[in-house]
């Protein structure tokens, strides 16, 4: 077991001014590791010159970086999602018999600071109400002590109602109400445990779901099968969220029309497998449990988590709890631990994040540096390429399933997280560190190589890259009753494409390389009518769009081609009247909405650097562009950002990177003046 040690996250990277936990591993340094200081005469700037407005804004974010980057070399900042998060770790703690009242006040306050003036919770800035995060909020306070009277309990209510209650909330709500007995597990839509004993070759077996669902679900299979019921005291029951006394009828799921769905096809099939989930014979049950034990045991990290998710994390300690591993017993407690690395704690509020991202902060942090024209060896970068280096992921994973010639290599997200390294992690990182003088570049470059090697390997069939996993395409999960979040699976995607075609021109890979041929057809078939590309990873079609573009230009691409002029003009015509670019999350939602959005420094950040790939440096949009964000910057060197610009899961979980407003004005400031060679 590991000890952790605190360090303080500054306003500019946080909603907050608390700590947060770091896990101190026992990582293997490897080459290239150590720090070494340059005289500053060798990267400090010269006196006497006249600086312009851009070199200024130029200067005062790089400086606020210097400032924020942490003592051992990385950047870290808050990943901002809702509510839900910290409410099912109120849940959690209850569930083990482990309340901490102080904490739990902390954690109350935090989610009412996040109740709107109407009574709703959101998923993201400024959305609409949610009904499950609104009822999971509702559910979490009164757990915490909160009487239905209370104020906001009864405006969140009043919204709960209105909206159809607890039988219209999605699939993880109505479990975490089913573990209090709140909700009847025959509600829930059945993940049998038997599925943990399918073949890797059968057309459904759990390495066809996403690594981020299969984490979940394989512990959960474990808890559903149990089906444990913590009996709550009167006061803390929230059957006044029920518009009526449920009914058999309202356990069912509402069918699509049409004479046969495959919908239809499984909701008629989790009929089925709830009549064999009563039958006293499971001859196979014995055996499912015991492998799924053994997987959720063996993909434990070192630090205490399971796939470096929240939802993994908390489902797995259940898991354990239910199979009656005690809260002491390590595998218990390094995973409890590992939630409290997780959480951001001050003298009011205490928030659990979802994930954290130190690896993807740093690579961004290196990468708007180097655009700012900091020199290769300046002592920040060379420290955070070491601290980079020293993440290298050199054990295999789950994608060995699908790839078992495939060496390990690459980068995840997280501070430790060797199951689950990502292509978009890995292809940032190793853009991020092309040039910076470590001492040691020989190592660097190894690690380069095995990162390009692997990110190459796990190419889909189709030609493009989802994240986690290659091939990952069984849509048709996404129609299981379970899969409400419709995230079950892990498809190639447009903007991770555009990652791996830029990393392969970053490292001189011809536009004729067999990979980046089938890339190129991969895109262009999944273009949007209109010249845009959906994103996956950041809203939306501005971020897809940002990325293939500077995919294509890497890669040597004919950026005047019909194809890549459409895109262009797009992004030309999204342009709002203050010189900048947003987009809603609800673009996810209605496509008619791509690109528009009141404008914010990150996608202007995007826009800017997608044009510019595009040769569009000296364009008046561009200008007007970098005007936006030069006008917008606040004295220390930062940009305010209120918008919701990341995503987990398209429409139903949206993420704000708290290093988005900054990082990416810093690129497109620094890229433009490094095309243009501008004073003014």
Known sequence: MTSPFKHPISHALTSFNGTVSEPELNVEHKAGATVHQFPPALWKSKPGKVKSPLDLAIEGSRDFFFREQLPKGYWWAELESNVTITAEYIMLLHFLGLVDHERERKMSNYLLSKQTEEGFWTIYYGGPGDLSTTIEAYFALKLAGYPAEHPALEKARAFILSKGGVIKSRV???????????????????????????????????????????????????????????????????????????????????????????????????????????????????????????????????????????????????????????????????????????????????????????????????????????????????????????????????WKIKSPDLEPGGWAFEFLNDWYPDVDDSGFVMIALKGIEVKDRKAMNEAVKRGINWCLGMQSKNGGWGAFDKDNTRHILNKIPFADLEALIDPPTADLTGRMLELMGTFGYPITYPAAQRALEFLKKNQEPEGPWWGRWGVNYLYGTWSVLCGLAAIGEDMEQPYIKKAVNWIKSRQNIDGGWGETCESYHDATLAGMGESTASQTGWALLGLMAAGEAHSSTVVRGV????????????????????????????????????????????TYRALTGAAE
Not at 283 to 293: D, F, N
Not at 348 to 362: A, I, N, R
Not at 643 to 669: D, V
């Open 627 to 670: 005007q936006y964000l030069i006008s917008t910057q606040k004295q220390d060197g930062t940009w305010d950002e209120t918008q919701y610009t990341g995503t987990g899961f398209p429409k139903y979980f949206m993420i704000k990177y708290h290093i988005y407003r900054n990082c990416f004005p810093l690129m497109a400031l620094g």
């Open 172 to 398: 993880f709500t109505k479990i975490f109400l089913a573990l209090f007995g709140e909700f009847d597990w025959l509600g829930v839509p059945s993940m049998p445990v038997e599925l943990n004993l399918l073949p890797n070759w059968a057309y459904i077996n759990i390495y066809e779901f996403s690594s981020w669902a299969r984490a979940t679900i394989i512990p959960l299979s474990i808890v559903m099968y149990k089906r444990p019921v913590h009996k709550l005291p009167p006061a803390r029951r929230v059957q006044e969220l029920f518009v009526r006394p449920p009914r058999a009828i309202d356990y069912t799921f509402t069918k699509e029309e049409g004479i046969f769905t495959w919908k239809n096809f499984f909701i008629g099939l989790d009929h089925m497998l709830k009549v064999y989930e009563r039958s006293p014979i499971r001859p196979l049950h014995k055996r499912a449990m015991a492998k799924a034990e053994e997987w959720v045991l063996e993909h434990q990290e070192e630090s205490g988590d399971w796939g470096g998710i929240q939802p993994a994390m908390l489902n797995a300690v259940l898991a354990l709890s239910v199979l009656g591993y005690d809260n002491e017993h390590p595998a218990v407690a390094q995973g409890l631990k590992a939630l409290e690395h997780f959480c951001i704690e001050t003298d009011e509020q205490l928030v659990l994040q979802s994930c954290v991202s130190p690896v993807w902060d740093t690579a961004l942090a290196l990468k708007a540096l180097v655009d700012a024209g900091v020199p290769s060896d300046h002592p920040s970068l060379v420290k955070g390429a070491q601290w980079l280096l020293e993440r290298e992921v050199r054990r295999p994973g789950d």
